[in-house]
T-cell receptor, first 111, second 111 residues
Framework: NAGVTQTPKFQVLKTGQSMTLQCAQD?????MYWYRQDPGMGLRLIYY???????DKGEVPNGYNVSRLNKREFSLRLESAAPSQTSVYFC??????????FGPGTRLLVL | GQSLEQPSEVTAVEGAIVQINCTYQ??????LSWYQQHDGGAPTFLSY??LDGLEETGRFSSFLSRSDSYGYLLLQELQMKDSASYFC????????????WGLGTSLAVNP
């Protein structure tokens, strides 16, 4: 089992460029989440998907869109990147909510 | 609203015992979780308290008191590898099992 995988691991973008962060899990979990983590800010929820076919906004959704492609995959898209979106992005999945399994993260720098 | 408070930094020496507290304000939740995150790594699940009382997993124990809106993580026989950030989180009732996160406690274990 690979658990939760994320691609890419690192990315540098210019302001205004777009990109999609990919996330996949092989644990047959229903729920998937996208977080961003900034120094001193802890983990902030961007979007989540409680089950296949549903997505909901989290704490900081502005500037992002998501797609729950199937039960395994949950992607995060930045349509027009801004320097404020420089962060580390984590994808996570869970079956019962209390235990979330995280991917290795994507380190994004927007210039 | 819902919020969790934990100390920003804790320092201890190898072999010692350290307690990281987490106080919360939330109207209702399923349980309290603890996660560990090493520098540059992803958060990993440590423990979960659905009921009041102490849960023990090896050198780590976690405690919850709903009446006091309080929980803690106890780390015994500290090792250098325990130097990391520790996050408490609650999964709120009726919100699709999203986690509400504390800002994390940075633990430094010194020789």
């Amino acid at each position: 089992n690979a658990g939760v995988t994320q691609t890419p691991k690192f990315q540098v973008l210019k302001t205004g460029q777009s990109m999609t962060l990919q996330c996949a899990q092989d644990m047959n979990h229903n729920s998937m989440y996208w977080y961003r983590q900034d120094p001193g800010m802890g983990l902030r929820l961007i979007y989540y998907s409680a089950s296949e076919g549903t997505t909901d906004k989290g704490e900081v959704p502005n500037g992002y869109n998501v797609s729950r492609l199937n039960k395994r995959e949950f992607s995060l898209r930045l349509e027009s990147a801004a320097p404020s979106q420089t962060s580390v992005y984590f994808c996570a999945s869970s079956e019962f909510g209390e235990t979330q399994y995280f991917g290795p993260g994507t380190r994004l720098l927007v210039l | 609203g819902q919020s969790l408070e934990q100390p920003s930094e804790v320092t201890a020496v190898e072999g010692a015992i350290v307690q990281i507290n987490c106080t919360y304000q939330t109207s209702g939740f399923y349980g309290l979780s603890w996660y560990q995150q090493h520098d540059g790594g992803a958060p990993t699940f440590l423990s979960y308290n659905a009921l009041d009382g102490l849960e023990e997993t090896g050198r780590f124990s976690s405690f919850l008191s709903r009446s006091d809106s309080y929980g803690y993580l106890l780390l015994q026989e500290l090792q250098m590898k325990d130097s990391a950030s520790y996050f408490c989180a609650v999964d709120g009732a009726g919100n699709n099992r999203k986690l509400i996160w504390g800002l994390g406690t940075s633990l430094a274990v010194n020789p």
